[in-house]
Protein backbone atom coordinates (compact mmCIF):
# COMPACT_ATOMS: atom_id res chain seq x y z
CA UNK A 1 0.00 0.00 0.00
CA UNK A 2 1.57 3.35 -0.99
CA UNK A 3 1.03 6.79 1.01
CA UNK A 4 0.91 10.26 0.71
CA UNK A 5 2.23 12.59 3.14
CA UNK A 6 0.08 15.52 3.08
CA UNK A 7 -0.48 18.35 5.36
CA UNK A 8 -3.61 18.32 7.05
CA UNK A 9 -4.41 22.53 6.49
CA UNK A 10 -4.32 21.55 3.18
CA UNK A 11 -7.73 19.14 2.91
CA UNK A 12 -8.76 20.50 6.02
CA UNK A 13 -11.00 23.40 7.11
CA UNK A 14 -10.68 24.20 11.03
CA UNK A 15 -12.68 26.17 13.29
CA UNK A 16 -12.95 26.59 16.67
CA UNK A 17 -16.14 25.99 18.86
CA UNK A 18 -17.85 28.02 21.20
CA UNK A 19 -19.92 28.79 24.33
CA UNK A 20 -23.48 28.65 23.48
CA UNK A 21 -25.11 31.65 25.43
CA UNK A 22 -26.50 30.35 29.17
CA UNK A 23 -29.54 31.03 28.38
CA UNK A 24 -29.99 29.04 25.54
CA UNK A 25 -28.30 25.76 27.91
CA UNK A 26 -31.44 23.68 28.95
CA UNK A 27 -31.22 20.01 30.51
CA UNK A 28 -33.39 18.56 27.66
CA UNK A 29 -33.14 19.83 24.22
CA UNK A 30 -32.88 18.93 20.39
CA UNK A 31 -29.02 19.10 20.36
CA UNK A 32 -26.10 18.10 22.66
CA UNK A 33 -23.18 20.29 23.94
CA UNK A 34 -20.30 18.95 23.72
CA UNK A 35 -17.13 20.07 24.88
CA UNK A 36 -14.99 17.24 23.40
CA UNK A 37 -14.43 15.92 27.01
CA UNK A 38 -18.41 14.93 27.84
CA UNK A 39 -21.47 16.28 27.47
CA UNK A 40 -22.72 19.17 29.05
CA UNK A 41 -26.61 19.63 28.38
CA UNK A 42 -28.37 20.84 25.27
CA UNK A 43 -29.79 23.64 23.27
CA UNK A 44 -32.37 24.13 19.99
CA UNK A 45 -29.04 24.82 17.91
CA UNK A 46 -26.35 23.21 16.37
CA UNK A 47 -22.70 24.23 14.96
CA UNK A 48 -21.17 21.11 13.89
CA UNK A 49 -22.69 18.11 12.21
CA UNK A 50 -22.39 14.30 13.11
CA UNK A 51 -19.58 12.12 12.06
CA UNK A 52 -17.09 15.07 12.19
CA UNK A 53 -13.29 14.96 13.24
CA UNK A 54 -12.24 17.44 16.08
CA UNK A 55 -9.35 17.67 18.15
CA UNK A 56 -9.47 18.52 22.16
CA UNK A 57 -7.62 21.64 22.25
CA UNK A 58 -7.67 23.01 25.59
CA UNK A 59 -8.76 21.78 29.42
CA UNK A 60 -6.46 19.55 31.48
CA UNK A 61 -6.59 15.39 30.52
CA UNK A 62 -7.49 15.91 27.21
CA UNK A 63 -5.51 18.28 25.26
CA UNK A 64 -4.90 16.63 21.76
CA UNK A 65 -7.17 13.92 21.28
CA UNK A 66 -9.18 13.28 18.20
CA UNK A 67 -12.55 12.50 17.85
CA UNK A 68 -15.50 11.83 16.23
CA UNK A 69 -18.94 13.90 16.38
CA UNK A 70 -21.36 11.04 17.21
CA UNK A 71 -24.50 13.37 16.29
CA UNK A 72 -24.97 16.71 15.29
CA UNK A 73 -24.29 18.78 18.61
CA UNK A 74 -23.06 22.27 19.55
CA UNK A 75 -19.15 22.28 19.97
CA UNK A 76 -17.78 24.52 22.95
CA UNK A 77 -14.50 26.60 22.82
CA UNK A 78 -12.74 23.66 24.33
CA UNK A 79 -12.60 21.88 20.77
CA UNK A 80 -11.88 22.39 17.13
CA UNK A 81 -13.82 20.71 14.45
CA UNK A 82 -12.50 19.75 11.41
CA UNK A 83 -14.13 19.56 7.66
CA UNK A 84 -12.51 17.25 5.49
CA UNK A 85 -11.92 17.10 1.76
CA UNK A 86 -13.42 14.00 1.04
CA UNK A 87 -11.36 13.92 -2.13
CA UNK A 88 -8.45 13.31 0.15
CA UNK A 89 -9.76 11.96 3.39
CA UNK A 90 -12.15 10.58 4.98
CA UNK A 91 -12.76 11.70 9.02
CA UNK A 92 -13.39 8.20 10.50
CA UNK A 93 -9.74 7.42 8.97
CA UNK A 94 -8.04 10.10 10.43
CA UNK A 95 -9.63 9.60 13.60
CA UNK A 96 -8.43 5.77 13.83
CA UNK A 97 -4.81 7.51 12.77
CA UNK A 98 -5.04 9.77 15.32
CA UNK A 99 -5.81 7.33 18.11
CA UNK A 100 -2.61 5.86 17.40
CA UNK A 101 -0.52 8.97 17.03
CA UNK A 102 -2.90 11.90 19.17
CA UNK A 103 -1.56 15.20 18.79
CA UNK A 104 -0.83 16.01 22.67
CA UNK A 105 2.91 16.97 21.62
CA UNK A 106 0.99 20.10 19.97
CA UNK A 107 0.09 21.33 23.09
CA UNK A 108 2.23 24.56 24.07
CA UNK A 109 2.98 23.44 27.60
CA UNK A 110 1.80 26.49 28.88
CA UNK A 111 -0.08 27.32 32.31
CA UNK A 112 -3.18 26.76 29.96
CA UNK A 113 -2.97 23.35 27.98
CA UNK A 114 -3.71 24.53 24.82
CA UNK A 115 -3.63 23.70 20.78
CA UNK A 116 -4.36 25.91 17.91
CA UNK A 117 -5.44 25.61 14.16
CA UNK A 118 -1.85 27.32 13.49
CA UNK A 119 -0.70 24.25 15.21
CA UNK A 120 -3.11 21.61 13.31
CA UNK A 121 -2.45 23.09 9.95
CA UNK A 122 1.44 21.88 9.68
CA UNK A 123 0.63 18.33 10.65
CA UNK A 124 1.96 15.67 8.18
CA UNK A 125 -0.24 12.87 7.70
CA UNK A 126 0.56 9.71 5.55
CA UNK A 127 -2.66 8.86 3.53
CA UNK A 128 -3.22 5.83 1.51
CA UNK A 129 -5.97 6.41 -1.63
CA UNK A 130 -9.38 6.79 -0.27
CA UNK A 131 -10.61 3.34 -1.84
CA UNK A 132 -7.49 1.93 0.49
CA UNK A 133 -9.16 4.33 3.51
CA UNK A 134 -12.20 2.86 3.18
CA UNK A 135 -11.48 -0.69 3.36
CA UNK A 136 -9.24 0.08 6.46
CA UNK A 137 -12.27 1.65 7.98
CA UNK A 138 -14.80 -1.13 6.96
CA UNK A 139 -12.59 -3.66 8.80
CA UNK A 140 -11.81 -1.53 11.89
CA UNK A 141 -15.52 -0.46 12.07
CA UNK A 142 -17.13 -3.52 11.69
CA UNK A 143 -15.90 -4.28 15.62
CA UNK A 144 -16.76 -0.45 16.81
CA UNK A 145 -20.21 -1.32 15.54
CA UNK A 146 -20.28 -4.34 18.05
CA UNK A 147 -19.07 -2.61 20.58
CA UNK A 148 -21.62 0.41 20.27
CA UNK A 149 -24.38 -2.13 20.08
CA UNK A 150 -23.41 -3.68 23.30
CA UNK A 151 -23.27 0.10 24.58
CA UNK A 152 -27.06 0.81 23.54
CA UNK A 153 -27.78 -2.64 24.97
CA UNK A 154 -25.90 -2.05 28.10
CA UNK A 155 -28.08 1.63 28.44
CA UNK A 156 -31.12 0.12 28.04
CA UNK A 157 -30.73 -2.46 30.43
CA UNK A 158 -29.29 -0.18 33.33
CA UNK A 159 -33.07 1.71 32.65
CA UNK A 160 -34.94 -1.53 33.01
CA UNK A 161 -33.32 -2.40 36.36
CA UNK A 162 -33.67 1.46 37.67
CA UNK A 163 -37.13 0.99 36.60
CA UNK A 164 -37.69 -2.45 37.90
CA UNK A 165 -35.74 -1.23 41.56
CA UNK A 166 -38.13 1.79 41.57
CA UNK A 167 -41.20 -0.19 41.18
CA UNK A 168 -40.21 -2.82 44.09
CA UNK A 169 -38.80 -1.01 46.14
CA UNK A 170 -39.71 2.85 46.22
CA UNK A 171 -43.25 2.87 45.32
CA UNK A 172 -44.11 0.96 48.41
CA UNK A 173 -46.50 2.58 50.92
CA UNK A 174 -45.97 0.43 53.74
CA UNK A 175 -43.49 -1.94 54.64
CA UNK A 176 -44.88 -5.35 53.46
CA UNK A 177 -44.71 -8.33 56.14
CA UNK A 178 -41.25 -9.82 56.57
CA UNK A 179 -39.43 -6.43 55.22
CA UNK A 180 -36.95 -4.56 57.49
CA UNK A 181 -35.22 -1.29 57.14
CA UNK A 182 -31.11 -0.89 57.36
CA UNK A 183 -28.97 0.68 56.02
CA UNK A 184 -25.86 0.32 53.34
CA UNK A 185 -23.41 -0.73 56.02
CA UNK A 186 -25.50 -3.84 57.39
CA UNK A 187 -25.75 -5.24 53.97
CA UNK A 188 -22.48 -4.32 52.16
CA UNK A 189 -18.85 -4.29 53.41
CA UNK A 190 -16.35 -0.93 51.94
CA UNK A 191 -12.96 -1.70 52.13
CA UNK A 192 -10.85 1.76 51.41
CA UNK A 193 -8.16 0.82 48.68
CA UNK A 194 -4.44 1.25 49.66
CA UNK A 195 -2.01 4.31 49.07
CA UNK A 196 -0.44 2.31 45.90
CA UNK A 197 2.67 4.57 46.05
CA UNK A 198 3.93 2.60 49.00
CA UNK A 199 3.00 -0.99 47.18
CA UNK A 200 5.70 -0.69 44.37
CA UNK A 201 6.13 -3.71 42.22
CA UNK A 202 9.78 -5.04 43.36
CA UNK A 203 12.40 -5.52 40.71
CA UNK A 204 11.88 -9.56 39.92
CA UNK A 205 7.99 -8.73 39.94
CA UNK A 206 5.71 -7.97 36.66
CA UNK A 207 3.44 -5.05 38.40
CA UNK A 208 -0.49 -4.77 37.59
CA UNK A 209 -2.46 -1.72 37.44
CA UNK A 210 -3.27 0.40 39.92
CA UNK A 211 -7.40 1.07 39.83
CA UNK A 212 -7.87 4.98 40.43
CA UNK A 213 -10.83 7.31 39.34
CA UNK A 214 -9.42 7.93 36.24
CA UNK A 215 -9.71 3.89 35.47
CA UNK A 216 -12.71 3.86 37.08
CA UNK A 217 -14.64 6.08 34.91
CA UNK A 218 -12.45 5.36 31.63
CA UNK A 219 -13.84 2.12 32.41
CA UNK A 220 -10.10 0.41 31.81
CA UNK A 221 -6.24 0.75 32.44
CA UNK A 222 -3.93 2.37 29.62
CA UNK A 223 -0.37 2.66 29.41
CA UNK A 224 -0.25 5.53 32.15
CA UNK A 225 -1.40 3.68 34.60
CA UNK A 226 0.32 2.77 37.52
CA UNK A 227 1.39 -0.22 38.60
CA UNK A 228 1.52 -1.71 42.27
CA UNK A 229 2.85 -5.17 43.23
CA UNK A 230 0.64 -8.32 42.64
CA UNK A 231 1.96 -9.19 45.99
CA UNK A 232 -0.93 -7.32 48.11
CA UNK A 233 -3.78 -8.33 50.17
CA UNK A 234 -6.09 -10.21 47.77
CA UNK A 235 -8.93 -8.56 49.13
CA UNK A 236 -7.21 -5.14 47.64
CA UNK A 237 -7.11 -7.03 43.84
CA UNK A 238 -10.01 -6.36 41.84
CA UNK A 239 -11.39 -8.62 39.07
CA UNK A 240 -14.23 -8.37 36.66
CA UNK A 241 -17.07 -7.52 38.24
CA UNK A 242 -16.52 -5.98 41.24
CA UNK A 243 -18.47 -3.15 42.85
CA UNK A 244 -16.20 -0.24 42.89
CA UNK A 245 -17.71 2.92 44.63
CA UNK A 246 -15.22 6.33 44.53
CA UNK A 247 -16.03 8.00 47.21
CA UNK A 248 -13.72 11.48 46.59
CA UNK A 249 -13.36 13.63 43.64
CA UNK A 250 -15.72 12.05 41.37
CA UNK A 251 -18.22 9.93 42.79
CA UNK A 252 -19.08 6.82 40.96
CA UNK A 253 -20.32 3.45 41.52
CA UNK A 254 -20.20 0.82 38.64
CA UNK A 255 -18.81 -2.48 37.74
CA UNK A 256 -15.54 -2.76 36.94
CA UNK A 257 -15.10 -4.72 33.55
CA UNK A 258 -10.93 -3.90 33.23
CA UNK A 259 -9.22 -6.32 33.94
CA UNK A 260 -6.97 -7.30 37.23
CA UNK A 261 -5.73 -4.18 38.76
CA UNK A 262 -5.11 -3.23 42.61
CA UNK A 263 -7.23 -1.12 44.59
CA UNK A 264 -6.08 2.73 45.09
CA UNK A 265 -6.88 4.70 48.09
CA UNK A 266 -10.56 6.74 47.69
CA UNK A 267 -12.24 3.61 46.04
CA UNK A 268 -14.21 1.22 47.77
CA UNK A 269 -14.78 -2.31 47.11
CA UNK A 270 -17.55 -3.37 48.12
CA UNK A 271 -19.00 -7.01 49.07
CA UNK A 272 -20.91 -9.03 51.05
CA UNK A 273 -21.31 -12.52 52.97
CA UNK A 274 -25.12 -11.90 53.25
CA UNK A 275 -26.34 -10.25 49.87
CA UNK A 276 -25.83 -11.22 46.25
CA UNK A 277 -23.91 -8.27 44.06
CA UNK A 278 -27.62 -7.10 42.49
CA UNK A 279 -28.57 -6.35 46.13
CA UNK A 280 -25.73 -4.12 47.10
CA UNK A 281 -25.06 -2.81 43.96
CA UNK A 282 -28.67 -1.27 43.34
CA UNK A 283 -28.88 0.16 46.85
CA UNK A 284 -25.23 1.69 46.76
CA UNK A 285 -26.43 3.02 43.39
CA UNK A 286 -29.60 4.26 44.71
CA UNK A 287 -28.12 6.37 47.25
CA UNK A 288 -25.15 7.95 44.73
CA UNK A 289 -27.23 11.41 43.51
CA UNK A 290 -27.43 11.88 47.66
CA UNK A 291 -23.81 11.46 48.40
CA UNK A 292 -22.72 13.53 45.56
CA UNK A 293 -24.74 16.39 47.23
CA UNK A 294 -23.39 15.79 50.25
CA UNK A 295 -20.23 15.68 48.82
CA UNK A 296 -20.66 18.94 46.62
CA UNK A 297 -20.97 20.95 50.24
CA UNK A 298 -17.81 19.64 51.64
CA UNK A 299 -15.92 23.38 52.00
CA UNK A 300 -13.01 21.00 50.22
CA UNK A 301 -11.24 21.36 46.96
CA UNK A 302 -12.41 17.58 46.76
CA UNK A 303 -15.79 16.69 47.56
CA UNK A 304 -15.69 13.63 49.60
CA UNK A 305 -18.25 11.60 51.45
CA UNK A 306 -17.23 10.08 55.09
CA UNK A 307 -18.49 6.67 56.02
CA UNK A 308 -21.11 7.43 58.54
CA UNK A 309 -23.16 8.61 55.12
CA UNK A 310 -23.09 4.51 54.69
CA UNK A 311 -24.73 4.12 57.50
CA UNK A 312 -27.26 6.64 57.21
CA UNK A 313 -28.34 5.47 53.73
CA UNK A 314 -31.53 3.79 54.16
CA UNK A 315 -31.94 0.30 52.89
CA UNK A 316 -35.56 -1.92 52.63
CA UNK A 317 -34.80 -5.20 52.88
CA UNK A 318 -37.56 -7.61 51.77
CA UNK A 319 -38.30 -11.21 53.05
CA UNK A 320 -36.76 -14.26 51.95
CA UNK A 321 -39.66 -14.78 49.01
CA UNK A 322 -39.68 -11.57 47.82
CA UNK A 323 -36.00 -11.17 47.57
CA UNK A 324 -35.59 -14.31 45.52
CA UNK A 325 -38.50 -13.02 43.63
CA UNK A 326 -36.74 -9.46 42.83
CA UNK A 327 -33.42 -11.20 42.12
CA UNK A 328 -34.71 -13.44 39.47
CA UNK A 329 -35.61 -9.47 37.75
CA UNK A 330 -32.22 -8.10 38.79
CA UNK A 331 -29.64 -10.10 38.62
CA UNK A 332 -29.75 -11.07 35.07
CA UNK A 333 -29.46 -7.80 33.75
CA UNK A 334 -26.79 -6.79 35.45
CA UNK A 335 -25.15 -10.22 34.70
CA UNK A 336 -25.67 -9.28 31.11
CA UNK A 337 -24.02 -5.80 31.79
CA UNK A 338 -21.31 -7.24 33.18
CA UNK A 339 -20.91 -9.66 30.03
CA UNK A 340 -21.04 -7.00 27.10
CA UNK A 341 -18.59 -4.89 29.09
CA UNK A 342 -16.34 -7.55 28.77
CA UNK A 343 -16.65 -8.63 25.72
CA UNK A 344 -16.37 -5.07 24.74
CA UNK A 345 -13.37 -5.16 26.33
CA UNK A 346 -12.08 -7.97 24.12
CA UNK A 347 -13.24 -6.13 20.73
CA UNK A 348 -11.19 -3.18 21.56
CA UNK A 349 -8.17 -5.43 22.60
CA UNK A 350 -8.69 -6.95 18.99
CA UNK A 351 -9.15 -4.01 16.98
CA UNK A 352 -6.14 -2.35 18.83
CA UNK A 353 -3.76 -5.27 17.51
CA UNK A 354 -5.24 -4.50 13.69
CA UNK A 355 -4.96 -0.91 13.87
CA UNK A 356 -1.10 -0.40 13.36
CA UNK A 357 -0.82 -3.44 10.69
CA UNK A 358 -3.84 -2.20 8.90
CA UNK A 359 -2.66 1.80 8.87
CA UNK A 360 1.40 0.75 7.90
CA UNK A 361 0.05 -1.46 5.15
CA UNK A 362 1.68 -4.88 7.14
CA UNK A 363 -2.18 -6.28 6.48
CA UNK A 364 -3.35 -6.22 2.76
CA UNK A 365 -6.71 -4.66 2.14
CA UNK A 366 -6.81 -4.70 -1.61
CA UNK A 367 -8.98 -7.86 -1.85
CA UNK A 368 -11.75 -6.60 0.47
CA UNK A 369 -14.79 -5.98 -1.52
CA UNK A 370 -17.15 -3.24 0.15
Known amino acids: MNFTISIFGDFAKFRYGKMPKKSSIKENGKYPIYSGYRYVGYCDEYNTEANQLIIVARGVGGTGDVKLTREKCYLTNLSISAEIDSNVAIPQYLYYYFSMRNLRYLDSGSAQSQITISDLEKVRIPLPNIESQKKIVHCLSLTDNKISANESINNNLEQQAKAIFS??????????????????????????????????????????????????????????????????????????????????????????????????????????????????????????????????????????????????????????ADYKRIETLLQPIFDLIITNRIENKKLAETRDALLPKLMSGELDVSNIEL
Not at 234 to 262: R, T
Request: net charge negative; hydrophobic share 35%; charged share 25%.
Open 167 to 320: NEFLTLETLPDGWKQASLIDIADYLNGLAMQKYRPTADETGIPVLKIKELRQGCCDDNSELCSPSIKSEYIIHDGDVIFSWSGSLIVDFWCGGICGLNQHLFKVTSNKYNKWFYYAWTKHHLDRFIAVAADKATTMGHIKRDELSKAEVLIPNE
